[in-house]
């Protein structure tokens, strides 16, 4: 029986009440006056349940969906103003045990190489990402407790912390593996991590045991009670996310909200991040056997109906997606993006030959974290590369409390004005220099407190003329 405070995987994500749920949508998609009450209530920006956000997925009123679009940027705007958060993926390793049907690095997939970074290689990568500008990474790795056993992750997330090379450092280290412990969870917040992102792949069970065949993955319990195993190991900031194109997306976006939900309910806070990557194609992964794909179009509608319904939580893409569609979704509420990305183990540092051969999906978006920033900010976007909140402590719902009172705009955007500087000042280009010079000098006019605006102005200066780094509120 659906129960969003339970801890039983089939009890919070209830295959039934998703059903339910989109048997309701369809039946009021054209209900006109619960989708106006819906935008309504959405408009109070305190979220909409699965339900409510369901039909307006499934609404197919063309004026209506044109509001759900202004809402969505609005929301956007409010809560987020224009700033984006800039990362990197770092892949530690590509040895994997699992079977996963979609992914290049699964077990019976003998041609690819199979690398993992020695401690060595991890500071090669890193240098090569601090040199890009890079502060904030997420890292990755297959499941493999021999090769990549959680002393190794440990001891990599130690390596990338201690490397300091020129003015470069890297301040927040989220990590990507596979569902464990709460045992683990515990050595990985201790070793001071800041998001940790697991993707639930399918919220649909069945689907998720054919596409999981063989491996530890294919626990659906234990997956998809990872975030609470998390939670119960200290850590409050947690990343969800489901791969569109693997089940029909109307199920999968209801299974998201219905996990969202359940974090809620049972620890009190909603997950930091949503992710919303789309299938590609990889090494002997053809997305043409997927029925499941999703259109651009219901892709930006998703965004936009993530963005109304859970507000506070950011919202990630990768370079999966292409710099049009990034473009799109950028509007409808995406929060994070990942720039110059290598999704291949030693990318950063080997150049090429190696991102060819051991990569986990193609890249879209191509383009170097210089060309991703200058593009941001001719769309008078502020990159920014911040990460003060999780050095200041304020995690979980310390971060939400803030955040929901509106208070975090009083660090965001002076945060990322500083860090922008810091970029500029240490890796830009001449022109990109030029133009993030220019924005910055007009947004610390919008700072409304005189007196934040003042040290913001001595911190810039102190940047590019003492050669001061890390201010941050
Ligand atoms: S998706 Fe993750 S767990 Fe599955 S094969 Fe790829 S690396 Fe391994
Ligand atoms: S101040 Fe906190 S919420 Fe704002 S950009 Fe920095 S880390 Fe993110």
């Known amino acids: 029986m659906y129960n969003p405070a339970s801890r039983v995987a089939e009890e919070f994500i209830d295959h039934q009440e998703i059903l339910d749920t989109l048997k309701y949508a369809e039946e009021n998609k054209h209900n006109e006056a619960l989708i106006t009450e819906l935008i309504e209530k959405a408009k109070l920006r305190k979220g909409l349940s699965h339900r409510e956000a369901s039909v307006l997925l499934e609404c197919d009123i063309e004026e209506k969906n044109q509001e759900i679009y202004a809402l969505a940027e609005q929301i956007k705007k409010d809560f987020y103003g224009n700033r984006i958060v800039m990362f990197a993926p770092l892949y530690l390793s590509n040895y994997c045990v699992n079977g996963c049907t979609y ?231 995406v929060s994070q993006i990942s720039g110059g990305s290598k999704t291949s183990v030693g990318g950063y540092a080997d150049g090429e030959e190696e991102e060819v051969s051991s990569e986990q999906f193609e890249v879209s978006d191509t383009r170097t974290l210089d060309e991703v920033v200058k593009w941001l900010m001719e769309m008078d976007y502020v990159p920014s590369f911040c990460t003060a909140c999780y050095r200041e402590g304020r995690t979980g719902d310390r971060f939400m409390s803030l955040c929901k009172s509106g208070q975090i705009q009083n660090c965001c955007h002076p945060n990322a004005l500083m860090t922008l500087k810091e970029y500029l000042v240490d890796y830009a280009s001449e022109e990109t220099k030029a133009i993030g010079d220019k924005l910055i000098e007009k947004e610390i006019t919008t700072i409304p407190k005189e007196k934040v605006r003042q040290i913001v102005i001595e911190n810039l200066k102190a940047i590019e003329e003492d050669n001061r780094r890390d201010f941050r509120f």
Request: glycine content about 8%; overall charge negative.
């Open 103 to 333: 992914c290049p690095y699964h077990l019976k997939n003998k041609h690819i190489p199979r690398k993992k970074l020695t401690q060595e290689e991890v500071r090669r990568e890193v240098i090569a990402l601090q040199d890009m500008g890079h502060k904030r990474l997420a890292l990755e790795a297959g499941e493999d407790p021999v090769n990549n056993p959680i002393e190794y992750i440990l001891e990599c997330i130690d390596t990338i912390y201690s490397i300091k090379h020129k003015n470069g450092e890297i301040r927040r280290v989220n990590v990507n593996i596979a569902a464990t412990t709460v045992e683990n969870y515990r050595k990985l917040k201790d070793a001071g991590i800041g998001t940790y992102i697991l993707f639930q792949e399918t919220y649909h069970k069945e689907s998720y045991l054919e596409l999981h065949p063989t491996g530890p993955k294919h626990d659906y319990a234990y997956h998809t009670e990872a975030m609470d195993r998390a939670m119960e190991g200290g850590i409050d900031d947690v990343g969800i996310g489901v791969l569109f194109g693997l089940d029909k997306y109307r199920y999968e976006f209801a299974g998201l909200l219905m996990h969202a939900e359940h974090l809620e309910a049972v620890w009190g806070v909603g997950p930091h991040t949503i992710s919303v990557p789309r299938l590609r194609n990889a090494d002997d992964i053809d997305i043409n056997s997927f029925t499941n794909g999703i259109s651009d179009d219901i892709f930006a509608k998703i965004v936009a109906m993530i963005r109304i319904a859970v507000p506070y939580t950011g919202m990630i893409i990768s370079t999966r997606e292409s710099q049009e569609c990034r473009e799109r979704v950028l509007h409808l509420g």
